[in-house]
């Protein structure tokens, strides 16, 4: 299956992500990690890329595109993805269009995780990832048993620099203004289902699987 996930910052789509790829048997494909890895391996793209991370801004189309086309390349992709944080405009959305139509191999469904503001926030600022194997825990709501350490892998955890109040407050406007008009881009394409995506990581990935079971391939 083709999938790509879309909503909000902190609406859970990297949580998600990891259950509904296994759950699907199709690698996760996460922007915002790649970015990440080449920001703390200090390649060029990652120097080029931190600037607007940093920010709360969306990194440039091309080194975006680029940087997706590159990952599909890979052999794991060949049979499916889940798509994490890209498209993240409707530029990005038809560039991406066009080059799956070219490869005969267009998207299958679009998941939209529909939660409120107020949620969005709670979420961001208790978050942390493990350093080793990209987890994702919250303070609250899904604690590691040892603060700081990962239940999973024994490894450190990390606040992200842009879950800041004020970039958290940007990145949310730039949802809005750049990201959220692809809802109704691919409702258009009649690719869009939208689920509830608030309430516990369990039923929100229950509500997820089952909204994709008619598009399972
Ligand atoms: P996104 O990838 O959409 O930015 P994440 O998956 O990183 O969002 O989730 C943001 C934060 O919210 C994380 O700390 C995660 O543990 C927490 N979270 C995710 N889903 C839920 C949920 N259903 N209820 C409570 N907290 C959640
Ligand atoms: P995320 O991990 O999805 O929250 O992304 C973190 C940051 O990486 C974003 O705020 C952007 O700066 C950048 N980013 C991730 N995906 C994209 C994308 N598709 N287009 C542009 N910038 C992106």
């Known amino acids: 299956m083709r999938l790509v996930l879309v909503g909000p910052p902190g609406a859970g ?12 048997g ?27 991370m940093d920010a709360g801004d969306l990194v440039p189309d091309e080194i975006t595109i680029g940087m997706v086309r590159d990952r599909l390349a890979e052999p794991d992709a060949k049979s499916g993805f889940l798509l994490d944080g890209f498209p993240r405009n409707v530029p990005q959305a038809q560039t991406f269009d066009a080059l799956l139509v070219e490869a005969s191999t267009p998207l ?20 942390r990832t493990c350093r080793n194997c990209g987890h994702i825990w919250h303070i609250d709501f899904d604690p590691p048993s040892n603060e ?11 606040q992200r620099d842009d879950d800041k109040p004020e ?13 959220s008009p692809l809802v109704g881009y691919y409702a258009e ?9 608030m309430g516990p ?12 079971r008619t598009y399972d391939k």
């Open 13 to 24: 789509k990297g949580t998600q992500a990891q259950f509904i790829s296994a759950h699907l």
């Open 26 to 52: 199709v690698p996760k494909i996460s922007t915002g990690d790649i970015f990440r890895a080449n920001v703390s391996q200090g390649t060029p793209l990652g120097q080029e890329a931190r600037k607007f």
């Open 108 to 127: 299958d469904v679009v998941l939209e995780l529909v939660v409120d503001d107020d949620e969005v926030v709670r979420r961001l600022s208790g978050r």
């Open 148 to 158: 700081g350490t990962c239940d999973i892998c024994g490894g450190e955890l990390f």
């Open 167 to 179: 970039t958290v407050r940007h990145r949310l406007e730039v949802y809005y203004e750049q990201t």
């Open 189 to 197: 394409a009649g690719i869009l289902v939208g689920i509830d995506a």
């Open 201 to 212: 990581v369990d039923d929100v990935t229950d509500r997820a699987i089952a909204a994709l």
